[in-house]
Each structure stands twice: as structure tokens, then as C-alpha cells.
């Protein structure tokens, strides 16, 4: 096992600052002021001088608008080594953008390892608005891509045209219910990704709870693994409940033996060489 620190450095998105609950950030063209709990300490600048064009309002516990409303959408791009990103960002729910910027070194990570695996099965779990599949895809991957929300699928859809990408296979269904199903039919997919919410709903009712269902899901996986070679990616913005060795021992039982396995945290660096801890991860490769 091997602990590391990630952060991401991209041109079209900046931290320019954070503190006392909030982010200060560049999209591209459009700066951004929105709350963070993890926001923790004095910003660089104070509250009262950030120059945000639009401010987000929270008007409940989890919703919320912009003050003033943003553009309908804009795109913002992603130059990988070799390769290019591009992707549509607009307010979705509550205060997120559609994309998460920390995970730009995972991104490099997957495109390079699917490289050696042309046209390899992979599997995308609560996909969400499909950047990390785009990646796979742009790779030569023969992607499945896994969301219970169908919104959120026509948002990764529009992702994927504007990349030209046109082999990814959209289902909109419960990651539980599909993984079982993949089980018993003996799939094998080259790579499993998974960016796993707190909490959902998905199709007629079905709650997720990431601590009582995460495990659960976790044991189906072993046999939907390539045997010969493959990879692992598993994102988590909760921390009320898992602990990075915690975490490493549920993924230890999930992989084979040779696996090298990395866990760590995912991270921003802001103008004055701060890092906004934003989740932890694990990921594996053998």
C-alpha cells in the first residue's frame, strides 16, 4: 500500500482562494464563490474583497441558487498528456458544476493505463456526468456507464458529442441491481470505476446509504475483475464514516493479491500554495 497526496493543476480551472467555508474559483471564463465544510482557516484575502461574478446562496440544507443566475452552460477544457478533454459545466444540484477538478490526476492515470488495453471492457459506476468514462473512451475503452439518474445521463451524453465520442453505453439503472445481474451472467470488465454519493434515491424508491451499502457492493465485485490485468478506482466524498485503512481493507479483499494498491487524498492547490482536501481515494492496478 503506498499513501499519496494528488492535486490537480489544469489551466481552465483555478482555486484562487478558500477559507472560512468557502471556495473562491475560476471556471474558464467565470469566477465562483460557493461553500466548502471542508474550507477550513483564514483565506489568503479576506471574504469581504473576493470578486466573484456569481455567489452561491444556500436556501436550505441541500438546495440553493446562484446570485446572479449563471449561463445556461460553458465549456471548460482539459489538455491531457496527448490529449484533450473538453466538457460542459452548468449548475446542477445543489451547488456542483457538473464536474470535480481534483480528479484531473486520476484521469491521466486511467487514459495512460487503458493505453496498453486496447478496446478493454470497462465499467462505470454512478457515473454521474461521465468524465471519467469520456476518458476511458477517448483511450479506446468500450465503456458501460452506470447512473440512476437519467439527467445526469443526458448531461454525460452531451459530454461525450462534444468530444466525439460515440461508443459508450448509457443505462440508467440502480449500480446495485446491475452489478448483481453482470455477476450471475459472469462479465468481466477490464476496469471498475466507482464515485459513490453519501446518499440516493434511484429508480422506484431505491435508497443507497455509501456506509451500509458500500460494503455489500464491494462483494460482487471480485468476479466481475479481469484476472490477467486490470485496474480500480474507487472515489469517496464522505468521511463521516471511512477511515483511509478502513477503506484499504475493504479494497484488499476486492482485488487479486498482486494488485498494488494506492489510497490517498484528492486535492486543490490554491494561488498561495494552499491544498483544499476534498475526498480520498483508492485505486489499483496489476
Not at 27 to 47: E, M, N, T, V
Not at 168 to 192: G, H, T
Not at 244 to 267: D, N, S
Request: net charge positive; no cysteine; proline share 7%.
Amino acid at each position: 500500500m503506498e499513501y499519496q497526496v494528488l492535486y490537480a493543476n489544469w489551466k481552465d480551472y483555478k482555486l484562487i482562494d478558500f477559507g472560512e467555508g468557502w471556495r473562491w474559483e475560476q471556471w474558464g471564463p467565470i469566477s465562483l464563490q460557493r461553500p466548502d465544510p471542508r474550507a477550513l482557516g483564514r483565506p489568503a484575502q479576506a471574504l469581504a474583497t473576493w470578486k466573484a461574478q456569481h455567489r452561491y446562496q444556500a436556501t436550505g440544507s441541500y438546495t440553493g441558487e446562484w446570485e446572479p443566475p449563471l449561463p445556461e452552460k460553458w465549456e471548460i477544457r482539459y489538455p491531457g498528456k496527448g490529449w484533450t478533454l473538453r466538457l460542459w459545466v452548468r449548475s446542477g444540484k445543489f451547488k456542483h458544476l457538473g464536474v470535480f477538478p481534483e480528479q484531473a490526476p486520476h484521469w491521466e492515470w486511467l487514459y495512460s493505463a487503458l493505453l496498453q488495453w486496447p478496446g478493454a471492457p470497462v465499467l462505470n459506476l454512478f457515473a454521474y456526468t461521465g468524465v471519467t468514462s469520456i476518458t476511458a473512451a477517448i483511450a479506446g475503452a468500450q465503456v458501460i456507464h452506470i447512473d440512476a439518474s437519467k439527467s445526469a445521463i443526458t448531461w454525460a451524453a452531451e459530454n461525450a458529442q462534444l468530444n466525439g465520442i460515440s461508443t459508450i453505453r448509457w443505462i440508467p439503472e440502480d449500480a446495485r441491481l446491475f452489478v448483481q445481474r453482470a455477476a450471475r451472467r459472469e462479465k468481466k470488465y477490464r476496469a471498475i470505476l466507482l464515485d459513490p454519493p453519501a446518499y440516493g434515491t434511484g429508480p422506484q424508491g431505491k435508497r443507497w446509504k455509501l456506509e451500509k451499502d458500500l460494503p455489500s457492493l464491494l462483494q460482487h465485485l471480485p468476479t466481475l475483475l479481469s484476472p490477467e490485468a486490470g485496474l480500480f478506482l474507487l472515489n469517496i466524498y464522505s468521511a463521516d464514516f471511512f477511515f483511509p485503512y478502513m477503506l484499504y481493507q475493504l479494497i484488499r479483499q476486492v482485488l487479486p493479491e498482486r494488485a498494488f494498491i494506492e489510497i490517498g487524498e484528492l486535492t486543490l492547490r490554491a494561488e498561495d500554495g494552499r491544498e483544499l482536501s476534498t475526498g480520498m481515494f483508492v485505486r489499483g492496478i496489476w
